[in-house]
């Protein structure tokens, strides 16, 4: 029975212990952002030591590349769930083709054209940001597609569209990866106190 | 007693396959015809599609979008545009185990928002087909049908 209590109570706090920090620009009136759109967050692979690469990898550098395709398909899935969260959170979240008929590169800087246009459709604002996977300590496997990974770490960013100014950052240091949903809901949570008071 | 209860919390968890939300404010009585753009991987797309087309709607698979095929979209009568994505993986130092996470995300043809979401994430590879079944079974269905 002790042993059941002492499961039971490990498994409460490892559901508890997401971590976010996040900042929200103070002078930011967020119940104005209802529009947003959501680029495909960059995909990382990130590497605590050289140590602890596993020394069967034929080279890290093809693991790596072997790996590209795993990591973008967890990046999808990740951006995916953020989208999700940010509708139950009763934003309108665009369909990223639609962005890409206005934006040139999704991952660098946006010109001033660019932001004019996706002001012009309607976007309030812009979220992007990345997320790194953290190979186990077993490390990679040499063998094409294939990598073992159960931790990841996510970092996200919002643009006003309207101004082009930084409004909202959140990272999360890690968790695992079953726990993309709730991972999704905590940070995007960060933003709601502020929308729901009407600031 | 107890024991029951915490075994029954247990299953409870492991019974939760799926992940899905609705936007409220959608009447999806308008949705009939939606277009499936192909997936990263084609057995979940032939899945998902099978899945709509048995839920009661009219399905058209596209290879990709473009903002010229969207107009092409709307001339065809397509009311939702329905992407999805993939993620397999695998572990093989004891034995092998393959798991997939399947997410689903459908966008109101006119003005490109999200209107339905549904994600399952690191579930048996085996039990794709169903996954995929019940998080199609989340949309709501149309009037007059099934």
Redesign the interface.
Known sequence: ?KK?FVL?LLLLLSFGCIRVQSYVKPDVNFSTIKKVAIVKLGPQIAVKSESSIKSDVKSEKSAFEGSAS?VN??S??IT??I??A???RGF????R??LK?LVQNEQSDLTEAERKALVSSGIDAIIYGNVSIFPDS?GF?GLGQ???FSKFSLSLKMMDARTGKLIWSANMLEAD??E??KVAMKVIDTISPRREAGQ | MKKFVVGLVFLALGCVQVNSYVKPDVDFSKIKKIAVVKFNSQVATDITILALIQRGFNVVEKEKLSESGKQSLQNEGIDAILYGSTEESRETFIREVAEVSVSLRMYDSINDKLIWSANSIKKDLSEINKNIRMMVDTIPKKEGIL
Not at chain 1, 92 to 95: A, F, K, P, R, S
């Open positions: 029975m059941m039971g795993v398909d967890f999808q899935i995916d769930a989208s999700m940010l509708m139950q309108d979240v665009i369909q083709s639609h008929d077993s496997l294939i990598i073992i990866r079953e993309i949903n």
